[in-house]
């Protein structure tokens, strides 16, 4: 829950609550919701979540080449592998819907990312192999312990292009864990709605 940390590949099967599915094995480096010791994520862990979420944009804007005229850039997400938090997932979907304009989010099928849910000693987090593979990680007790709007709108802003920074206040949303538990605020703020809309802005320019 309070790192973020590298384990291998085999390390990883988490059964999930339903018992008939497993967060994928391939995941190697996760960006958590809250800090260790207040300490934030590094270059390593920065550079792989980069790697998840330019691989979601190149796989939305290249579904979206059949609507080239589209003002916004669908991200299509399943949420079927985390039935205790789907009005959550909603909610936060709703919450970035709202908040930006060149970017939307939907759920569907064909979907650009994925959230799972189950027990972590980590927490949620959003997780990639590297190479920009990765899905929404979202924990049960730490999800009871914070508010879970907040925890899944934030780990959703990792997909969205934004990183961790543990050490800003509760009005960014980004700020995750860091100023504890009592805070509920599940918003981007200004600066986090802006860099959301100008990563998102160039439609299929940047789809590679």
């Not at 018992?19 to 260790?36: D, E, K, L, N, R």
């Not at 759920?107 to 650009?112: F, I, K, Q, V, W």
């Not at 907040?150 to 509760?170: F, I």
Request: include cysteine; charged fraction near 10%.
């Amino acid at each position: 829950m309070n790192r973020s940390m590298t384990v291998l590949a085999a390390a990883l099967g988490l059964v999930l609550a339903a018992g008939t599915a497993a967060v994928p094995a391939a995941a190697a480096t996760t960006q958590g919701y809250t800090p260790s010791a207040g300490i934030a994520a590094n270059s390593s862990e920065d550079a792989n979540n980069k790697a998840f979420f330019e691989a979601v944009m190149k796989s939305a804007r290249a579904k979206q080449a059949a609507n080239p005229y589209l003002a916004a850039v669908t991200v299509t997400y399943d949420a079927s592998s985390a039935p205790t938090f789907r009005t959550v997932i909603s909610q936060s979907a709703s919450i970035w819907n709202s908040s930006v304009g060149n970017v939307q989010l939907r759920s569907g099928t064909n979907a650009d990312f994925r959230y799972y849910e189950g027990n972590d000693s980590r927490g949620s987090y959003a997780s990639t192999d590297g190479h920009g593979r990765g899905y929404i990680f979202l924990d049960y007790a730490q999800n009871q312990q914070y508010s879970s709007v907040r925890v899944t709108a934030h780990e959703t802003g990792h997909v969205l292009g934004l990183p961790d920074h543990y050490s800003g206040p509760c009005s960014e949303l980004m700020s995750g864990g860091g100023p504890g538990t009592s805070c509920t605020n599940p918003y981007p703020n200004a600066t986090e709605r802006s860099r959301v809309n100008s990563l998102w802005q160039y439609g299929l320019a940047n789809a590679g």
